[in-house]
């Protein structure tokens, strides 16, 4: 039998936070190789060095910790494992999410929609034809908001004018609040 030492390095203090109660007790200094349990320890811990904890992953994606719980919450993101200290330990599939949701918010997909895509990718379908029908009507609503905006525009620069002749000179604002206003259509 080949025996593998242990002892009171600090990846052994780490691998003791991260192991349950049961496998922690049964460590020793000194195990035998056959025996199976330092084995599964070790898949365990080599599994929790590379599990990041939530400030880790809103480094990594520009979020804050509390985004993260709530993408947790909203199921964008699926609950993480968690230490024996409770610590989340998320996976490096997390960081790529957590990325995709950004970049979807960033050209105006809203999280329910976001949520959707996901939930299609996540059932084995391909989400693209819903990300094509769901920008052609953001496109949409983009236009009649422009056009919105253009009314409006036309509607202020009209009244400038009409409020630059009326204050021209020393005025007295009349109305309950400012009759300029209050005279809008």
Not at 58 to 75: C, D, S
């Amino acid at each position: 039998m080949r025996l593998i030492s242990g002892g009171c390095s600090t990846a052994r203090a780490t691998f003791d936070d991260y192991l349950s109660a049961r496998i922690r007790y049964r460590s020793a200094t000194v195990k035998f190789a056959d025996d199976p349990e330092p084995v599964l320890a070790s898949a365990i811990f080599n599994i929790m060095q590379l599990a990041l904890h939530a400030g880790s992953v809103a480094k990594k994606t520009g979020v804050g910790v509390q985004t993260l719980h709530y993408y947790e919450r909203i199921n964008l993101l699926p609950k993480p494992a968690r230490s024996l200290a409770n610590y989340r330990l998320y996976s490096a599939d997390a960081v790529r999410r957590v990325t995709f949701i950004k970049k979807a918010q960033a050209v105006g997909f809203t999280l329910a929609e976001i949520k959707e895509i996901l939930a299609l990718k996540g059932h084995g379908r391909a989400p693209c034809r819903k990300v094509t029908e769901l920008g052609e009507k953001h496109l949409r609503d983009i236009d009649a908001r422009l056009a919105q905006l253009r009314r409006y525009r036309h509607a202020v620069a009209r009244s400038l004018t009409s409020w630059r002749e009326k204050t021209a000179h020393r005025r007295n604002c009349a109305g309950e609040f400012c009759d300029l206003i209050e005279r809008l259509p």
